[in-house]
């Protein structure tokens, strides 16, 4: 095995863990704090990367793009936590299921009146479009590290956030007693308001920055859907730490199965969460 | 300062609250007594909006705080201790305080973090603690401390000193003094008829959801029979 190969493999882990990360940190607070089961986070990731795309065909920039589509998700998710899933906060799992599904359904069925039902692709701009080379044969493309670089920046955003700011204390307070972060006087159905719509923005993100490296397509929202289960659950449910930790699990497990276990790489994801939950059964941070 | 007139509230189809008045003066402490579920939780729950009453109006200085949210009736000045004291968690004692942090309804800020901390010197002890890993008293002085860092006007305290060692409970009650020093009005549920009849400044006996004796605490005091027969002492 070449030393140079594995680095790459886990640079490629590691990226993919954190654009996770900025999917999933957004499903375990919305999960954690305001206990909505949100099938429809996959579909702000899908809507991040066609507002991209669509936006990049508009201004000839992805940058721009990108910077557009941000506002445009966070918008889109506040309306939607205002006019429906404020509904949801006093009912039980299977309603929110039941309404978040429907709203997979609205969001695809959007999408194909919109854009299509064709695989679209943003080329890679000229300006990032080179690699590092590492050896005669291997190199790594910088819009990767780039990538890494504005994932990681963020994930410091939201620990610094969380950890240091009364805002960051409220939303934490709010995952462990709701009703008494009420009683104090503080706004929690917009604190609820705005924590949905920072969740929506930042998978809208992940999926515009991933425009690049990989297709827009009907159904890409799904996917990543299912695997930010699978990271809230191994990072336990509310934990942006954990949800960070499980990313990176996630994107390691997945990435390394792909190259070394190919005929198992399906099951390696859900492999590494059986094992975390055998262990931690609430999860690494519950 | 605080004024609920004819308070119906249901639980289902038990009716809880019969048409309860109840007032509260600026700077008044009033005890609020009682048998166990007679009300008295409930009560202050239909005042806060946590319960929907389903009839009756609830005032706060001379404001309609009717079926507002509980976050913005609590901004009219008001501070929660509910039974069981509310600790998060995931937040040490130092956020615990800083989270609550606001200026008075009048824009004073009176209580800071430092003078809560004074107050309450075991607290500054344990400033990186979380809350839920504190014994019981020293989570009822996080809870009375959060509370005083939002500049109430007026302090709800429900259960003050439940399930507390007798010296901590002297700690409390010597704390909820010096508060109603400060001009602060309460309203102090608890067992400990002795320390409220000479504390509060009025008492307020609910019996099945009504209110069968509100007045001064002399007459209690002259005659016993009217504690025995609604509290059972």
Redesign the interface.
């Known amino acids: 095995m070449d030393v140079w190969f594995f680095l790459i493999q886990l640079l490629n882990g590691v990226q993919y863990g954190l654009l996770l990360f900025l999917v999933a940190s957004g499903l375990t607070l919305i999960f954690g704090i305001m206990g909505i089961i949100n099938l429809a986070h996959g579909a702000f990731y899908m809507l991040g990367a066609y507002l991209a795309w669509w936006l990049a065909g508009l201004t000839g920039s992805l940058v721009a793009a990108v910077v557009l589509s941000l506002p445009l998700a966070a918008l889109v998710g506040y309306v939607i936590e205002a006019l429906l899933v404020r509904t949801l906060y006093k009912r039980d799992h299977l309603d929110q299921v039941l309404l978040t599904y429907g709203l997979i359904l609205i969001f695809n069925e959007a999408q194909r009146i919109l854009w299509g039902n064709d695989v679209h692709g943003i080329a890679m701009p000229t300006a990032v479009n080179w690699s590092v080379r590492l050896t005669e044969t291997l190199s790594y493309p910088v819009y990767r590290v780039i990538l890494s670089g504005i994932c990681a920046a963020l994930a410091v955003v939201m620990y610094v956030v969380i950890a240091k700011t ?1 805002f960051g ?2 939303v ?2 709010g ?3 709701r ?2 972060v ?8 917009l604190l609820f308001g705005v924590v949905f719509a920072v969740g929506a923005a930042l998978a809208g993100l992940a999926g515009a920055i991933s425009t690049p490296i990989s297709s827009v397509a009907p159904g890409m929202g799904d996917t990543v859907l299912i695997l930010c289960f699978v990271v809230v659950v191994i990072g336990g449910v509310g934990s942006v730490k954990g949800a960070f930790l499980g990313a990176m699990l996630i994107g390691l497990a997945d990435t390394f199965g792909k190259v070394f276990v190919p005929d198992f790489a399906s099951f390696t994801v859900y492999g590494v969460m059986a094992a975390v939950l055998l262990w931690k059964p609430r999860g690494l941070f519950a | 300062m605080l004024h609920a007139t004819a308070l119906h509230t249901y639980y289902g189809a038990s009716h809880v609250l019969h048409g309860i008045d109840f007032r509260v003066a600026k700077g008044e402490t009033v005890a609020l007594m009682g048998r166990n579920g007679m009300g008295k939780s409930t009560l202050l729950k239909s005042m806060l909006g946590i319960v929907a009453p389903r009839s009756g109006k609830v005032a706060i200085l001379g404001r309609d705080v009717t079926g507002m949210e509980t976050s913005a009736v609590i901004r009219q000045g008001i501070a929660y201790v509910p039974e069981g004291r509310g600790m998060f968690h995931n937040l040490t004692v130092r956020e615990h305080l800083l989270m609550a942090a606001r200026a008075g309804t009048d824009g004073r800020r009176d209580w800071t973090y430092e003078r809560v901390l004074e107050t309450f010197p075991r607290l500054a002890e344990r400033l990186d603690n979380l809350g839920t890993h504190l014994s019981g008293g020293e989570q009822q002085m996080l809870s009375i401390g959060r509370a005083l860092m939002t500049n109430p006007q007026l302090l709800i305290l429900d259960e003050a000193t439940e399930g507390l060692a007798p010296l901590i409970r002297r700690d409390i009650w010597h704390v909820i003094r010096a508060i109603k020093q400060t001009g602060i009005a309460s309203i102090i549920v608890d067992k400990n008829v002795g320390v409220l009849l000479d504390l509060a400044d009025r008492h307020v006996i609910l019996v099945k959801g009504e209110v069968v004796y509100d007045g001064g605490p002399e007459t209690l005091k002259s005659d016993s029979s009217i504690l025995e027969r609604h509290i059972g002492l």
Do not use: Q
């Open positions: 009364r204390m409220w934490r307070a995952a462990s007693n009703d008494m009420a009683a104090l006087g503080i706004n929690v159905k």
